[in-house]
T-cell receptor, first 111, second 115 residues
Framework: DAKTTQPNSMESNEEEPVHLPCNHS???????IHWYRQLPSQGPEYVIH???SNVNNRMASLAIAEDRKSSTLILHRATLRDAAVYYC????????????FGKGTKLTVNP | DAGVIQSPRHEVTEMGQEVTLRCKPI?????LFWYRQTMMRGLELLIY????????DSGMPEDRFSAKMPNASFSTLKIQPSEPRDSAVYFC?????????????FGPGTRLTVT
């Protein structure tokens, strides 16, 4: 049970921002939110993670709702290389290192 | 940095044969994970090791599957005997459990076809 809900697919145009939503309404206070993506024919790769505050890195930004029941991964300017399946994952702090992958959101980027 | 190395990249075998998949984690990482990905079931964790010790093997499908990690730089996933339903892409990932993030780095995968 992935315990997160994401849309099956989304589309974007190249060089436009993309907002990928994730619902995690049953998240506990110590669960981190991790995002991974899987490019075609490759293994998943880490994108970003956060707990309560919004986070930025070179790949993306993560906006976390104040009640932590949802979050949004933001790609500021989509490129064709960003076409992938994006997974939103809850991960508890401490204890098991397991990541439970759901079906994710398949992002299509149009030229 | 060579990343996680998996071999072979592709394996085609006949039903009933033994299959061994190999993984070399990133140097310095102390956790190693084996995943399987199919269209039907998505990406599922089979087993993971921490400091060479199996921690959670609840995802291993059945006794035909076994995994070992004899040292910090090598792990194997063995299927004996193999069946057509084992056809999938098998990923190995590694991470360091010493920090807070535990970011997992995935290998390129082994595509297994059992005929």
């Amino acid at each position: 049970d992935a315990k997160t809900t994401q849309p099956n697919s989304m589309e974007s145009n190249e060089e436009e921002p993309v907002h990928l939503p994730c619902n995690h309404s049953t998240i506990s206070g110590t669960d981190y939110i991790h995002w991974y993506r899987q490019l075609p024919s490759q293994g998943p790769e880490y994108v970003i993670h956060g707990l309560t505050s919004n986070v930025n890195n070179r790949m993306a930004s993560l906006a976390i709702a104040e009640d932590r029941k949802s979050s949004t991964l933001i790609l500021h300017r989509a490129t064709l290389r960003d076409a992938a399946v994006y997974y939103c994952i809850r991960r508890g702090q401490g204890g098991s290192e397991k990541l439970v992958f759901g079906k994710g959101t398949k992002l299509t980027v149009n030229p | 940095d060579a990343g996680v190395i998996q071999s072979p990249r592709h394996e085609v075998t006949e039903m009933g044969q033994e299959v061994t998949l190999r993984c070399k984690p990133i140097s310095g990482h102390n956790s190693l994970f084996w995943y399987r990905q199919t269209m039907m079931r998505g990406l599922e964790l089979l087993i993971y090791f921490n400091n060479n010790v199996p921690i959670d093997d609840s995802g291993m499908p059945e006794d035909r599957f076994s995994a070992k990690m004899p040292n910090a730089s090598f792990s194997t996933l063995k299927i004996q005997p193999s069946e057509p339903r084992d056809s999938a892409v098998y990923f190995c990932a590694s991470s360091s459990s010493r920090g807070l993030v535990h970011e997992q780095y995935f290998g390129p995968g082994t595509r297994l076809t059992v005929t």
